[in-house]
């Protein structure tokens, strides 16, 4: 079964410290990985993702996140953490090989940026 | 472009009653779904749409129904409405076809059952 793990519920940073939030994915085939940010009261909007080729990619608001494909994991980044990206965070995987065009979110990541 | 609209934003029903969720895009996109967000899922499929008249169930469809006559619309039908049903609902748009795997999601309409 196809499925995306984000194994922290909440993740804290000081404001100016690098952040990352965690995933992982199970699919059978090729992954097609996205990041999401749902601000509150809001739908989500799409930050980045990862198709094909150079394993690190870059998004919006100075987002990245690295495709580890021995390791299933498509873990985002930023450098410095903000306050206004504390938000809700999902990652979520289309397998593209399926045929189904479903896509498999995680349970969401809450990032909180101290000031 | 106004991306996904959805309407209403906030609906309360009584149980039993019936109601559609409106949804609609003018980007021309193919690819229509419904998602339920509860405190802690995630988001759950409900169902969703590769193009005009033709729908599929996802992951969560018992309870709702849906439509797509025409490529901009693709509401949502609870029919006899259940507590179980309390959530946000989230429609969003893709266009796989064109290369175009990112989501574009509506604001979400927060229904509540009682």
């Known amino acids: 079964a196809q499925s995306v793990a984000q194994p922290e519920d909440q993740v804290n940073v000081a404001e100016g410290n690098p952040l990352t939030v965690k995933c992982t994915y199970s699919v059978s085939g090729n992954p097609y990985l996205f990041w999401y940010v749902q601000y509150p009261n809001r739908g989500l909007q799409f930050l980045l993702k990862?198709?094909?080729?150079?394993?690190l990619v870059k998004g919006s608001y100075g987002f990245e996140a690295e495709f580890n494909k021995s390791q299933t994991s498509f873990h985002l980044k930023k450098p410095s953490a903000l306050v206004s990206d504390s938000a809700l965070y999902f990652c979520?995987?289309?397998?593209?090989?399926?045929?189904?065009?479903?896509?498999?979110f995680g349970t969401g990541t809450r990032l909180k940026v101290l000031a | 472009n106004a991306g996904v609209t959805q309407t209403p934003k906030f609906r309360i029903l009584k149980i039993g009653q019936s109601m559609t969720l409106q949804c609609a895009q003018d980007m021309n996109h193919n690819y229509m779904y419904w998602y339920r967000q509860d405190p802690g899922m995630g988001l759950k499929l409900i169902y969703y749409?590769?193009?005009?008249?033709?729908?599929d169930k996802g992951e969560v469809p018992n309870g709702y129904n849906v439509s797509r006559s025409t490529t901009e619309d693709f509401p949502l039908r609870l029919e006899l409405a259940a507590p179980s049903q309390t959530s946000v609902y989230f429609c969003?748009?893709?266009?796989?076809?064109?290369?175009?795997?990112?989501?574009?999601f509506g604001p979400g309409t927060r229904l509540t059952v009682t």
């Open positions: 749409s590769v193009g005009a008249g033709i729908t």
């Open positions: 990862y198709i094909t080729g150079d394993n």
């Open positions: 969003a748009s893709s266009e796989l076809d064109r290369g175009l795997y990112e989501q574009y």
């Open positions: 979520a995987v289309l397998n593209a090989d399926s045929g189904t065009y479903k896509y498999i």
